[in-house]
């Protein structure tokens, strides 16, 4: 099956450090997701990438679909604590009534005030 | 804003017991899924509906069974747990499959089987 293989698997960073992440596939996927997952809670969305690279910002963060629309990558500007968590990339392809998010295995982020 | 509830958030069961996991949506999405969070393994699915009374296997289906009798629950049974089954689950729901910014998880359920 379609497979995500995403880096690093964690970060130790000071806090006001930049922090990058990325995730690459064998696979073509028509769409890349990043979510970040808090202790105890569920993924929540961060940013959505819907065409090729196409280069979305959300506040601090900044994450782009790869040209080959066989990665993405995920930056973190001047990291504050409450960035902490995990951080997971997703690619997504549909068609009819089908669709499924396949996840990596996620970025482990930790930043030391 | 309720979104998608799970009961419960926590159990410990013991080999070869069952138990259904509930996972309940006030958004009127027609999709939902099961995934399980395992160490170092990211989310993989494990069945998912595409609307009331229909479900379908996603990537690891194997030891669970499904059911979505009315269109805001999904349950997810377990017949004769194993501790391979000691996981996180998340619900999730959506709309549709490519309305990627509804998709709405659950807060998990941490399952133990000792």
């Known amino acids: 099956g379609q497979q995500l293989n995403q880096s690093p698997q964690s970060m130790f960073i000071q806090e006001g450090e930049d922090v990058s992440m990325n995730c690459t596939s064998s696979?073509?996927?028509?769409?890349w997701l990043w979510y970040k997952q808090d202790p105890g809670e569920g993924p929540v969305l961060l940013i959505a990438?819907?065409?090729?690279?196409e280069l979305t910002s959300n506040g601090r963060l900044t994450a782009q679909f790869g040209i080959t629309r066989k990665d993405s990558f995920l930056n973190i500007s001047a990291s504050i604590p409450s960035d902490v968590g995990i951080y997971f990339c997703?690619?997504?392809?549909?068609?009819?009534?089908?669709?499924?998010?396949?996840f990596g295995k996620g970025t482990k982020l930790s930043v030391k005030p | 804003n309720a979104g998608v509830t799970q009961t419960p958030k926590f159990r410990v069961l013991k080999t070869g017991q069952s138990m259904t996991l509930l996972c309940a949506q006030d958004?009127?999405?027609?999709?939902m899924y099961w995934y399980r969070q395992d160490p170092g393994m990211g989310l993989r699915l494990i069945h998912y509906?595409?609307?009331?009374?229909?479900?379908a296997k996603g990537e690891v289906p194997d030891g669970y069974n499904v059911s979505r009798l009315k269109k805001q629950n999904f349950l997810l049974g377990l017949e004769s747990a194993a501790p391979s089954q000691t996981s996180v689950y998340f619900c999730?729901?959506?709309?549709?499959?490519?309305?990627?910014?509804?998709?709405?998880f659950g807060s998990g359920t941490r399952l133990t089987v000792v």
């Open positions: 999730a729901s959506s709309y549709s499959p490519g309305q990627v910014t509804g998709y709405t």
């Open positions: 696979s073509i996927f028509n769409t």
């Open positions: 990438l819907y065409k090729a690279g």
């Open positions: 997703a690619g997504l392809n549909y068609g009819g009534s089908q669709g499924n998010l396949i």
């Open positions: 958004m009127n999405h027609e999709y």
């Open positions: 509906s595409v609307g009331e009374g229909t479900t």
